[in-house]
C-alpha cells in the first residue's frame, strides 16, 4: 500500500478519498487554486500545495504543476477523483514518466474510451450491442446533417471526448440541427479541448443503466452491479439509485457479462462504469428492455456510493489496493446486492429558472444526522466538500453535496430520502433541496416509471418550489419573532433581574393587541394582522380568513407551530428582512417589508438585460439597431461549466451591446440595452 498520494482533485471527491486513505493510514496531499485557499478539502488533508488561480485551466487542470507538487511532497501516487485531469491519458502518461502511480486505469484504456467515436467502433467488434448512430472522423456539418437526417430525429448530438452531459444537445426536427451543432461544438471545445462529436438515434422513453467494473493487473475482473441513472436533467443525472428498479436477474447477468467484455477489450485496471442506454416498451414490463452501449467513463463516477451501500464495500479503497498492485479483494461470487441505495445531488441552482446555477456563501448550512462512506445502522450519508460559511464561486461544478440513503427495501429508501431532504437547510443562495423532495415523492418516481424524460414529462408536479402556503409560513415566522422577543427578555441583567418593561408581548390594560405585518410572498403582497388577548390567546387574520395560532419551543431547537387545525414542526432562520422557513411539508422565503426602508427605490428594469450570473460572454446572436421580439435568444453565457442563453424579455430593438465576447461579467452586469419597440 501507497504511504502518501496527492489528490488532484477538489470538493467533496478530495474529502471522500482524504477519508479512506486516513483510514488506511496513507498520508495525503491536496492541491488547491486561489478560490479553495480555505476549502475544506485542504483541511483534510495532512499537507497542501497551491497551484494557481481560480479558474480550472489556471489550477486543476495545470498537470505540471500537479506533478511538481507530487514530487516536491514525497507522494508515490496521484488520484485524480473525477472531473478534470481524471481521463486524461497525457497527464496518466506523464505521471508515469514522472515515477508516479497514477490510481486508474492504464493511459491505453483511456485514450481507447475517451472518444464517443473509436470506443463505439471498438465495442462493436467485442460484441457489445450499440445504438444506431454515426461514429466516423468526418466532421463536416453538412456530412452531419444528412447523417442526422439519415437517422432519423430525434437524435442526439454528443461532444466525442465528452462527458457529464456537457457537449449534448437533443435535436427534434432537421431544420434546428445546424445551431445545436454549433452550440454543441462550441461546449465541447471550451469543456475538452476537442469539438469532435457524434450522433445517435435518441431512444424513446430510454433509461439509463449502467454497470461498476473493476479490473486489475493481474487478469481479474468483476462487475459490481448496476445504478439507474435515468432522472436527469440537461442531460446531468439528479437522482441514481441501486439496483435498478424492475432489472431481473437474467438481463443483470447479461448487462454485467458485456460491462466486463467492454473493460476486457481493453486491458482495463481499476474502478470504471460502462453506461447503457436501455429502451423500454412501457414501465411495468422489464422482460422487453433492451439494452445499448454508450460510453465508457474511465474513473470513479460521482454515484459510486450507492454501490458501496448495496455491496457494503469501500470502492476508494478498492482503487489503492489494486493501484498499488494488489488483486481485486473479491471474486464474482462473492458479491451480493444488500437493499436498496439512492443518491441525490444538491446542487446550487434555481430548478424554476431552468436550473440556472447560482453563487452565494453558505450562511446556513444544515445537514441531516448521518455518517461517512461506512454504512450507519440509520442509513444516511452526506458527502460534501464545503461547510457552513463557504462560498459556491462561478469557477467550478454547482454540486453542493450528495445525499445518500440504504433502506432494506426502495419504499424505505424513498421514505429515509425524503426525511433526509427535510432535515437539509440551506440559506444564502438557491438549491434543489425542494425540487429533489417533489421527485421523490412523485407518483412516477415512487412507482418506477423511470426514463430520462421523466422531469420534463412530470413537471406540473415538480416545478413551483413554494408548495408551502401562505398562513403556515406567516405563521411560522411570527411564532420565531415572539419566540425571540421572549428568549431576549428572559435575559437578566448583572444582578439577576428582569425589566418588565422590556417585554415586547403585545399586552395592553385595555383592550387586545394589534400588530400589523407588510409581507411579501411568493412576489405579492400581503397584509398579515397578529392580535393577542389579555389572556394570552393569538389570532391571525390573513387575506381576510382568521386562524388560532399557537406555539412553542422544542428541545431540538425548533417551534411546534399550530395554526387551525394544522400543524408543524418549523425552523426559520432570519437574514435581515428575509425569512426561510423549513418544515417537513416544505420549506419557503418570506420577506418582512418595513415600508420606511424603501421610500423611494424604483424597480424598474425595463429595458435591461443582465447577467444572472458571474462567468463569461460567449457570444452575441444580435447587433445594435437589430430588432428582436420576445424570447429571442440574443446572447450566450458561460458559467459554472455550463452554456446559458440570454433571451429578450419583450420586443424591443437593441440599442448598444455593453460587451465583447470572451468577456468577464459580474452578475447583474448590463449586457445589452434594449429599447422598446
Not at 432522472?231 to 458485456?258: I, S, Y
Not at 448583572?494 to 395592553?508: H, I, K, L, M, Q
Not at 397584509?527 to 431540538?556: C, E, M, P, W
Request: aromatic share 6%.
Amino acid at each position: 500500500m501507497f504511504k502518501k498520494i496527492l489528490i488532484a482533485n477538489r470538493g467533496e471527491i478530495a474529502c471522500r478519498v482524504a477519508e479512506t486513505a486516513r483510514r488506511l493510514a496513507v498520508q495525503t496531499v491536496a492541491v488547491y487554486s486561489d478560490a479553495d485557499a480555505q476549502a475544506k478539502h485542504v483541511a483534510a488533508c495532512d499537507e497542501s500545495v497551491y497551484i494557481g488561480g481560480s479558474a480550472p485551466r489556471d489550477s486543476y487542470l495545470r498537470w505540471e504543476a500537479i506533478i511538481e507538487a507530487a514530487q516536491a511532497t514525497g507522494a508515490q501516487a496521484v488520484h485524480p477523483g473525477y472531473g478534470f485531469l481524471s481521463e486524461n491519458e497525457d497527464f496518466a502518461k506523464a505521471c508515469a514518466a514522472a515515477g508516479l502511480v497514477f490510481i486508474g486505469p492504464p493511459p491505453s484504456a483511456i485514450l481507447a474510451m475517451g472518444l464517443k467515436a473509436e470506443s463505439k467502433q471498438l465495442m462493436e467488434k467485442a460484441g457489445v450491442p450499440l445504438v444506431p448512430g454515426y461514429h466516423a472522423a468526418d466532421q463536416d456539418p453538412a456530412l452531419l446533417q444528412r447523417e442526422a437526417d439519415r437517422i432519423g430525429y430525434p437524435v442526439l448530438i454528443k461532444a466525442s471526448a465528452g462527458g457529464g452531459g456537457k457537449g449534448m444537445r437533443a435535436v427534434e426536427r432537421s431544420e434546428d440541427f445546424a445551431a445545436a451543432l454549433a452550440s454543441c461544438k462550441r461546449e465541447a471545445i471550451n469543456s475538452f479541448g476537442d469539438d469532435a462529436v457524434l450522433i445517435e438515434k435518441y431512444v424513446q422513453r430510454p433509461r439509463h443503466i449502467e454497470i461498476q467494473v473493476f479490473g486489475d493487473s493481474h487478469g481479474n475482473y468483476v462487475y459490481l452491479f448496476e445504478r439507474d441513472c435515468s432522472v436527469q436533467r440537461r442531460h446531468q443525472k439528479v437522482l441514481e439509485e441501486a439496483p435498478a428498479p424492475g432489472m431481473t436477474e437474467a438481463m443483470r447477468a447479461r448487462m454485467g457479462e458485456a460491462a466486463v467484455a467492454a473493460a476486457r477489450a481493453v486491458n482495463y485496471v481499476g474502478a470504471g462504469t460502462v453506461e447503457f442506454i436501455v429502451e423500454q416498451t412501457a414501465y411495468d414490463q422489464p422482460e422487453s428492455m433492451k439494452f445499448y452501449f454508450m460510453e465508457m467513463n474511465t474513473r470513479l463516477q460521482v454515484e459510486h456510493p450507492v454501490t458501496e451501500a448495496i455491496t457494503g464495500l469501500d470502492l476508494v479503497e478498492w482503487q489503492l489496493r489494486v493501484a498499488s498492485g494488489e488483486p481485486l479483494p473479491l471474486a464474482q461470487a462473492d458479491l451480493q446486492i444488500q437493499g436498496h441505495a439512492i443518491e441525490a445531488r444538491i446542487c446550487a441552482e434555481n430548478p424554476d429558472n431552468n436550473f440556472l446555477p447560482a453563487t452565494g456563501t453558505l450562511q446556513v448550512y444544515g445537514l441531516p444526522v448521518c455518517t461517512s462512506f461506512e454504512r450507519a445502522a440509520h442509513g444516511v450519508r452526506v458527502d460534501s466538500g464545503v461547510r457552513e460559511g463557504d462560498t459556491i464561486s462561478p469557477f467550478y461544478d454547482s454540486m453542493v453535496a450528495k445525499l445518500i440513503v440504504h433502506g432494506k427495501t426502495r419504499a424505505e429508501a424513498l421514505a429515509r430520502m425524503d426525511a433526509a431532504l427535510a432535515q437539509t437547510h440551506i440559506v444564502g443562495l438557491a438549491t434543489n433541496v425542494q425540487f429533489l423532495r417533489h421527485v421523490v415523492t412523485s407518483t412516477a418516481f415512487s412507482k418506477a416509471e423511470l426514463d430520462t424524460a421523466l422531469i420534463q414529462r412530470e413537471a406540473a408536479a415538480l416545478f413551483d418550489q413554494t408548495k408551502l402556503g401562505l398562513p403556515m409560513v406567516a405563521a411560522a415566522l411570527l411564532s420565531h419573532l415572539m419566540d425571540s422577543e421572549t428568549r431576549a427578555f428572559e435575559k437578566r441583567d448583572a444582578r439577576g433581574w428582569t425589566d418588565p418593561w422590556a417585554r415586547r408581548d403585545g399586552w395592553r390594560s385595555h383592550g387586545p393587541s394589534l400588530r400589523s405585518f407588510m409581507m411579501q410572498f411568493r412576489g405579492a403582497p400581503h397584509t398579515v394582522v397578529l392580535t393577542r388577548a389579555h389572556g394570552g390567546v393569538l389570532q391571525l387574520l390573513i387575506d381576510g380568513s382568521s386562524y388560532a395560532l399557537s406555539f412553542a419551543s422544542t428541545a431540538s431547537g425548533a417551534l411546534d407551530v399550530r395554526l387551525g387545525t394544522q400543524r408543524a414542526l418549523a425552523r426559520v432562520y432570519q437574514m435581515g428582512e428575509v425569512a426561510h422557513v423549513f418544515t417537513a411539508q416544505g420549506a419557503a422565503e418570506i420577506t418582512v417589508v418595513d415600508a420606511l426602508a424603501h421610500a423611494g427605490e424604483s424597480r424598474s428594469d425595463a429595458g435591461r438585460l443582465t447577467a444572472p450570473m458571474p462567468g463569461k460572454v460567449v457570444s452575441f446572436s444580435v447587433k445594435a439597431g437589430d430588432q428582436v421580439s420576445k424570447g429571442q435568444p440574443l446572447a450566450v453565457m458561460e458559467a459554472m461549466k455550463m452554456e446559458h442563453t440570454i433571451a429578450a424579455p419583450s420586443d424591443g430593438v437593441v440599442a448598444e451591446l455593453l460587451y465583447a465576447p470572451g468577456d468577464q461579467v459580474a452578475e447583474g452586469a448590463e449586457l445589452i440595452k434594449l429599447e422598446a419597440a
